[in-house]
């Protein structure tokens, strides 16, 4: 890991307050509407309250946003010849991928804390260890998502595969039953998206896998689910990245 | 933040660069008629260290892909490249050779020395910051943005990152394309300033000028192979074959023609019409073949140029073989 590269990345990130206010801000801002203002949100989940699972749904959406919006920056400038640059210099692939997904982890936390902040001030309600955990999990797997925007940027190699790569996540987030609660097909559908695992993990700590329609997700479903999408995104980045390093 | 002093292993003998039956070839462009492209066909090449070589050829003419061959950016399609008798990467890995590209893409939103300093922080031992950023002549613009940068400046810039391993091979792909006159000079006068003792110095150019201004030798290519590879000096005397044209008695020119090509010294016959176009380094014997046993009239000997010289060998591929063979 290389520190210098790394905080050099940061400061460019930091330097784009428009980039940070809409990664943020907006899932936040979601929370109010869907959590904080319902009339469900004191109604009894696992080891909380609706309220707090529907912030932690937001802060997951807010995470792999953020995430995704970092891979998919990194593969536009990549096409750009960045990569090429770097290209000449002893950086191996797996190092650069690494240090993305550590400061496409870093941005990310600022939606999870802004969220979670606003959920403990507006009545989010649940165990001190679902808290934690849930947090920790949301971040963590927030990193799946940075080597799936690296991904997608890398395929489309243009200015729009960040904005490509961030609109999937809306509807993967519905799919991954973050925005609205699914059942039946659907339900067995979302199952096999690449949110869904994610954010029933994210969740767990609070729902102990209940659902809202009343069945129970085993724990290794969310977990498989995880670790093929992140096998999946993870193989086809180094072997774009690779592609991103010959001339066009 | 360390200098290098790294001993030059490998001056011991391995070339600077040795590219063998090189070959690469990309797919047809999706949905096109072509079959693939062979954008370079059979490079042979060996480079001693120290020495400074022009890549001289027209614009596609497989330059780039050669370079990015001996980079290790891009994996041959067959035939093998290798710096200092190690595979490319390796060479890039251990700080031997560097390069400014002629699309090296930089991030608009650092500053010069924010770029500088990204890329030293990838190599394990580089050349101090802030003395790249003086060499390349860039101290002044150090707290820039590089999208507030000219095209020139951003050249510099990447010839400050080219600096940072303190490479023993330096590649320079099209270094001034795109640049004005002026900036144009003043890139190669960092350049000269710089060029120490030593490092060896492959540079991509179609400018004629600047291969000649430059380099000791000059690599020509065209379609993917070496035309012509010689000193700028043995190029030069390309250069000093004249043209003699004459028109002919109509129904003699096929029978002329072949004539003419057994006449030693003799590179390019070119048949217009009743007209024939012959180059040769003796124009008078030619000449006096021409108007005495050919029965040619009109007779026009022209000297032809530097610029000339370089548009035979990399205009068309009839004879290239032959004139190869000549250059040497």
């Known amino acids: ?248 | 933040m360390t200098t290098t002093s790294r001993p030059l292993d490998g001056a011991s003998g391995a070339p600077a660069i040795e590219l063998r039956s090189l070959v690469k070839s990309f797919p047809p462009r999706r949905g096109s008629q072509d079959t693939e492209v062979r954008a370079v066909d059979g490079i042979d090449l060996h480079i001693e260290p120290g020495e400074v070589v022009a890549f001289l050829g027209p614009n596609g003419a497989g330059k780039t892909t050669t370079l990015d061959m001996v980079l290790g950016l891009t994996e041959p399609t067959s035939g093998t490249a290798e710096v200092f008798g190690r595979r490319p990467r390796e060479a890039v890995v251990g700080g031997h050779v560097s390069a400014v590209l002629q699309t090296g893409g930089l991030l608009r939103d650092l500053t010069v020395r924010e770029t500088v300093r990204m890329i030293a922080s990838t190599y394990v031992a580089h050349a101090p910051v802030d003395e790249v950023i003086d060499r390349a002549g860039l101290t002044l613009l150090a707290g820039r943005r590089v999208s507030k940068c000219s095209g020139g400046e951003q050249q510099r810039l990447r010839f400050a990152l080219a600096l940072l391993p303190d490479p023993r091979l330096l590649v320079l792909d099209e270094p001034t394309a795109g640049m004005d006159v002026t900036a144009r000079r003043d890139f190669w006068d960092t350049m000269h300033e710089d060029a120490s003792a030593g490092r060896t110095v492959v540079f991509a150019t179609h400018y004629l000028e600047e291969a000649d201004a430059f380099a000791d030798r000059i690599v020509l290519i065209a379609g993917g192979r070496i035309v012509a590879d010689g000193t700028t000096a043995e190029i030069r005397s390309q250069a000093s074959g004249r043209t003699v044209s004459a028109t002919l008695p109509p129904g003699s020119v096929a029978e002329s023609v072949a004539r003419l090509r057994t006449v030693e010294g003799v590179h390019d016959v070119v048949e217009r019409g009743s007209r024939v176009v012959v180059t040769a380094a003796d124009s008078d014997a030619v000449a006096r073949l021409l108007l005495l046993d050919l029965g040619g009239t009109d007779l026009e000997i022209v000297t032809a140029g530097l610029e000339q010289a370089f548009m035979t060998l990399t205009g068309d591929g009839r004879d290239l073989d032959a004139e190869k063979e000549l250059v040497r």
């Open chain 1, 1 to 248: 890991m290389n520190a210098t590269f790394t905080l050099l990345e940061m400061r460019r990130i930091t330097r784009d307050w428009a980039g940070m206010f809409f990664t943020a801000v907006l899932p936040a801002f979601f929370y109010l509407i869907f959590g904080a203002t319902v009339d469900a949100k004191d109604a009894t989940i696992g080891n909380g309250n609706v309220a707090m699972y529907v912030m932690i749904s937001m802060a997951a959406y807010g995470a792999v946003t953020a995430t995704t919006s970092i891979g998919g920056n990194a593969a536009v400038e990549r096409q750009q010849g960045w990569g090429r640059q770097l290209g000449l210099t002893p950086l191996a692939d797996s190092s650069y991928i690494a240090m993305k997904a550590l400061i496409a982890m870093t941005v990310a936390a600022v939606p999870i804390l802004l969220t979670f902040a606003l959920g403990a001030a507006t009545g989010a309600r649940g165990s001190a260890q679902a808290w934690a955990l849930s947090a920790v999990l949301c971040l963590v797997g927030s990193a799946v998502f940075a080597v799936y925007g690296l991904l997608v940027g890398t395929a489309f190699r243009s200015e729009a595969a960040v904005g490509a790569a961030s609109g999937t996540m809306v509807i993967f987030a519905f799919l991954g039953n973050l925005f609205i609660p699914l059942s039946g097909a659907l339900l067995t559908f979302a199952k096999f998206t690449p949110l869904y695992g994610y954010a029933a993990l994210a969740r767990y700590p609070l729902t102990e896998g209940y659902l809202p329609d009343g069945s129970r997700d085993p724990l290794w479903l969310p977990i498989v689910n995880v670790l093929a999408w992140l096998a999946v995104f993870g193989v086809s980045a180094v072997l774009l990245v690779r592609r991103g390093r010959e001339r066009q």
